[in-house]
């Protein structure tokens, strides 16, 4: 048997019952193919303690052991759960000791960071989604995440062929690193229409708000061309900073074009769908992606997709889709979001496209190939 570390989902999840993040979603996806398979008595996850109900009836077919370590739970219910503290079972060792005693012969972390992962004697498997942290964290954080990337007791395993040579090129890691794509799983047809916006007549991102994922040089460009499109342009994302959020705010009043922009933030699910099923156009300015879901998921809808080619966005859209040379300028993004608009793709073109990703990113596919890894141990 296996363990699954999944004490990395948000709280704000478990309570409200609903997976923002990509990391969880991910790791879901997985689970719910490994039961698909018939699997799912090969795993056991390791929860925080106050999201045990929760992964219950989420995942009922899975055994669940609670991390929990006497101080944070009486915390807990000191507080009446404003204080959880929960990382701190993974400082203290008691996440160690649990693992260890919960008849597993082996480990996995789906999302492996210097607070997430925890040293023990089990055989480790660890899955990087990226290195963002070395290139842009603190010294010691990249010191410490290039430690924990070459210990030679942990088997890692990345989302594309980026984080791999990423990987290797910066830490000097000489491990076999084994590549699984993310999967990518949704029910579109579950859809429920967001106010104020109407079929075909955006241009959709979503992403989070923050600095790596570029949104100023889409609304730049959007500034461009707003006289040439009857088009409005949406944002949508489940995370923001709170210095990218002003600065579109603050952009969007100077040149008084609030009543042609939307951002939204954390919609339903079935909002979620409705917005990629029904946009005219996908544009994704990212300068920073392990992997790249959104643009995969709006090419699966059938949506003209336009994408950077920075860190694994080309590999992640297999090359398929529409791309700017410089991710960063806006010129060169309006004129190709025009020329998209003014000419659009051809349906066959598109059902094409959506085939072919959809059966790449099949999540029973992906589980396969962590089957096959974890093989030894299940």
Not at 334 to 341: C, D, F, H, R, V
Request: proline share 3%; with cysteine.
């Amino acid at each position: 048997m296996i363990a699954i570390d999944t004490t990395f989902f948000a709280h704000s999840e478990a309570k409200n019952k609903k997976l923002t993040y990509s990391t969880s979603i991910f790791t879901a996806d997985l689970l719910d193919a490994f039961v698909q398979l018939g699997a799912a008595g090969n795993f056991c996850l390791i929860v925080n303690f106050n999201h045990v109900d929760f992964f219950k009836e989420r995942f009922p077919a899975y055994k669940i052991v609670a991390a929990k370590w006497w101080p944070v739970t009486l915390l807990y219910k000191l507080t009446r759960g404003k204080k959880t503290a929960t990382k701190l079972i993974k400082k203290c060792g008691a996440f160690r000791k649990i693992a260890e005693k919960c008849g597993a012969k082996a480990i996995w972390f789906p999302y492996a960071m210097n607070e997430t992962f925890v040293r023990t004697n089990l055989k480790t498997f660890a899955t990087i989604h990226d290195i963002y942290r070395i290139h842009h964290g603190t010294q010691k954080e990249a010191a410490k995440f290039t430690e924990f990337i070459n210990d030679k007791t942990t088997s890692l395993i990345t989302i594309s062929n980026y984080t791999k040579n990423d990987i290797i090129n910066t830490t000097g890691c000489k491990k076999d690193i084994p590549v699984i794509p993310n999967s990518i799983v949704f029910d579109v047809s579950r859809q429920q229409k967001v106010p104020g916006l109407e079929q075909k007549k955006y241009i959709l991102d979503l992403n989070a708000y923050v600095e790596k994922k570029n949104p100023m040089t889409l609304l730049k460009a959007f500034n461009l061309i707003k006289n040439k499109t009857d088009l409005n342009l949406v944002f949508c994302g489940g995370y923001k900073e709170d210095s990218i959020w002003n600065k579109m705010q603050e952009y969007i009043q100077v040149n008084q074009i609030s009543s042609r922009i939307k951002l939204l933030f954390r919609v339903k699910d079935e909002e979620r769908n409705w917005l990629l099923a029904n946009a005219a156009l996908f544009v994704t300015p990212s300068l920073f992606e392990g992997f790249g879901r959104t643009p995969v998921e709006a090419a699966i809808c059938r949506i003209p997709v336009i994408s950077t080619k920075e860190t694994s966005l080309f590999e992640a859209t297999q090359g398929l889709c529409n791309y700017v040379e410089n991710a960063t300028d806006e010129k060169e993004l309006a004129e190709l979001m025009l020329n998209i608009i003014e000419n659009p793709q051809e349906e066959k073109q598109l059902e094409e496209i959506a085939k072919k990703l959809a059966c790449i990113y099949k999540a029973e596919n992906c589980a396969k190939l962590y089957i096959l890894s974890f093989r030894s141990y299940i």
